[in-house]
């Protein structure tokens, strides 16, 4: 028996990578009834038989896209299209959810100024890293590069924001780059699946379709402050144990928002998303 990971799954297909190299398996029926085998699994397999015989404990497992043992995973964010922060936000909330460390990544810095990625920094600074790159020119890129030796990452955010175009250049590959529709200035998704590509000794970039679709069901509006680093750091200072920095008198997070110590734009997505997920609340029960 070996030990592989699965990178691209097609159809019933599976392509493990194994000692340098890519190799098409197949899952024996136990295997498939017993747990569905998903993009960045670890298992074990016989390479004579082509069949995966076992998928080994995962560390996590992301809903949508389905994807398994994700060390990291990179927001990306751009100046075009314009930024849709709210998908960020939602993004970092289910990596907070799910112990996936985040980054944010500014890219086509050749074409903004610095107050773009300022205004990303003065966003998310308190909850991830936040790098400002270009991965038309390189700018940047090396310093990433450190920070993700080592780890299965994901890439995440927007289409047309430059995914696929910093995958390339980290990986040596050249898969297909999505451009902005002219008509709507939204990017044109390019990619069909979940795939895993090399990026380094121990290095992977896993490109993923479907982030757009992540929604928060499974968080209450209760608890939502909690996977707001910034605002848990100032929730004891509260009048109310459980407040949740909305309505409440005396609120620490607010007063701290005011003072200019908390982002106030973050602020408000936070006061949209509270107020989303607590109609979605009532709707359902």
Not at 142 to 154: D, F, W
Not at 225 to 236: K, N, S, T
Not at 250 to 258: I, L, P, T
């Amino acid at each position: 028996m070996k030990t592989g990971k699965v990178v691209k799954s097609v159809g019933g297909v599976f392509y493990v990578f194994c000692d340098g190299r890519r190799m098409r398996l197949f899952s024996r029926k136990k295997i498939r009834l017993r747990d569905e085998v998903i993009v960045g699994d670890n298992v074990l397999f016989d390479e004579k038989e082509r069949t995966i015989e076992k998928v080994l404990p995962r560390t996590n497992r992301l809903v949508r896209p389905p994807v398994a043992n994700v060390d990291c995973a990179l927001i990306f964010v751009a100046p075009s299209p314009e930024p849709d922060l709210f998908l960020a936000d939602k993004i970092l909330l289910n990596c907070f959810r799910q112990d996936v460390s985040p980054l944010f990544v500014v890219n086509k810095k050749d074409i903004s100024d610095d107050a773009f990625c300022d205004r990303i920094k003065s966003n998310y600074s308190s909850a991830a890293t936040v790098f400002c790159v270009s991965a038309l020119t390189g700018e940047g890129v090396e310093a990433l590069k450190r920070a993700l030796a080592g780890k299965t990452v994901c890439l995440t955010g927007q289409s047309a924001v430059g995914k696929t175009t910093l995958l390339n250049l980290l990986t040596g590959e050249n898969m297909p780059t999505g451009d902005l529709s002219e008509k709507i200035a939204r990017g044109k998704n390019t990619t069909r699946h979940s795939e895993i590509f090399g990026a380094g000794q121990d290095t992977f970039l896993i490109d993923t379709p479907g982030f757009s679709l992540l929604d928060t069901q499974e968080i209450r509006a209760f608890e939502l402050g909690l996977f707001y680093p910034d605002f848990a750091e100032q929730a004891p200072l509260c009048r109310f144990n459980m407040c949740t920095h909305t309505a409440e008198p005396d609120c620490a997070v607010k007063s701290a928002v005011a003072n200019g110590r908390i982002n106030g734009e973050r602020y408000e997505r936070y006061a949209a998303l509270f107020e989303q997920l607590k109609k979605a609340e009532e709707e359902r029960f």
